[in-house]
């Protein structure tokens, strides 16, 4: 007897749906024989003119509702539609993925040329180099500070972070020093500031260097020299205000720093939008690619199924006219037998024709 197979991996059309259609097309074979043993005793069909179509024909509409249901269970139609229109909205968001990506490549290779032409500013990284020489000299003048303090009778991290306060307290102080002197009117007025500002870090250096000896001295019994420590103080001075006077970027070094950094920015936001847009164009193909894969699973299923029941329905007709034969009373062979299903019954179909 055929049967239904079970389309095994099939995504749509559950196990009830495909047993519910296996009982059915059973229960219509059943009914096909018990017509099938009733016409043959009634001796039909008739020798000649007649056809085996008025006699399976109420079969062939239970077995044509069955492909209506098979249809309506797995939503065929609704699902077409719904890819079509789906696949309509990926081509056009890919068309336009696509355009984006081409202004985005555009716009990218503008702006990487402009920074492949466009030398970097000398001084784009002064203010780097400045800030670097500060610290070197801040880290250097806090450890020499601190052993003042701690001379004094502070403990460590009190001596630390006094000296480190001092040093701020220079470095600061270090970068008003060209802005002093440049108050001067004349060469000699600043040449005289420059003087005073030097005697008076110098007077503060001295004190701190003898202070140092003296406690060096008092403590070791030998003979320290306070001028080292205040030639060493005032080298870290002048490092500071070096620092301040000739890394210090001008106001045009400023503006040219500042339009290449722009340059840069452009082109790194040119290239984050196109690697965007081109991983948004990766994923619509993809799921674009997926909804083809997922409807072309839901017709294979159906196709089959559907394949399935018209072979049963062919069965079935063969099945009658066999049966039909062997429980006939009357005379001779009818001459419709000889005739094909094909020839009397013709499905409507939903699905592709796979069988």
Avoid at 142 to 171: D, P, R, W
Wanted: glycine share 6%; with cysteine.
């Amino acid at each position: 007897m055929k049967t239904i197979e079970t389309t095994a991996g099939r995504p749509s059309g559950s196990a009830q749906h495909e047993a519910l259609l296996r009982s059915q097309c059973a229960a219509i074979l059943l009914n096909v024989r018990i017509s099938a043993k009733q016409l043959g005793k009634r001796g039909l069909p008739m020798a000649r003119g007649d056809s085996m179509k008025p006699y399976f024909e109420p079969f062939f509409f239970e077995y044509q509702r069955l492909l209506d249901l098979n249809n309506a269970e797995l939503a065929c139609e609704v699902a077409r539609f719904e890819v079509m229109e789906h696949d309509a909205q990926a081509d056009r968001d890919i068309a336009g993925l696509e355009q984006d990506l081409a202004d985005a490549e555009r716009e990218f290779g503008q702006a990487e040329h402009e920074v492949q032409n466009t030398p970097a500013p000398a001084g784009r990284h002064a203010a780097l180099r400045r800030r670097l020489c500060l610290f070197v000299v801040a880290v250097f003048d806090t450890l020499l500070n601190a052993q003042y303090f701690q001379m004094l009778g502070y403990s460590y991290l009190e001596a630390a972070g006094l000296g480190s306060c001092f040093a701020g307290v220079l470095l600061i102080f270090s970068g008003f020093v060209p802005r002093l002197v440049r108050l001067g009117g004349t060469a000699r007025q600043r040449r005289l500031i420059a003087a005073g500002i030097l005697v008076f870090m110098a007077a503060i250096f001295s004190y701190l260097a003898q202070l140092r000896a003296d406690f060096a001295n008092a403590a070791h019994g030998t003979h320290f020299s306070p001028w080292f420590f205040t030639l060493l103080s005032l080298f870290l001075f002048a490092t500071a205000v070096c620092a301040h006077c000739f890394l210090t970027p001008s106001r045009a070094d400023r503006e040219a720093a500042e339009r290449y950094d722009a340059l840069l920015g452009r082109e790194r936001k040119a290239k984050a939008a196109k690697e965007d847009i081109a991983r948004q164009l990766a994923a619509t193909r993809l799921a674009k690619s997926g909804l083809r894969v997922a409807n072309s699973a839901v017709i294979h299923g159906g196709a089959m199924l559907e394949a399935q029941l018209i072979s049963a329905a062919r069965h079935a007709f063969a099945v009658l006219r066999e049966e039909a034969l062997r429980y006939r009373t009357g005379p001779g062979r009818p001459d419709c037998c000889d005739a094909d299903f094909d020839s009397c019954f013709a499905f409507h179909r939903y699905f592709p024709k796979i069988d």
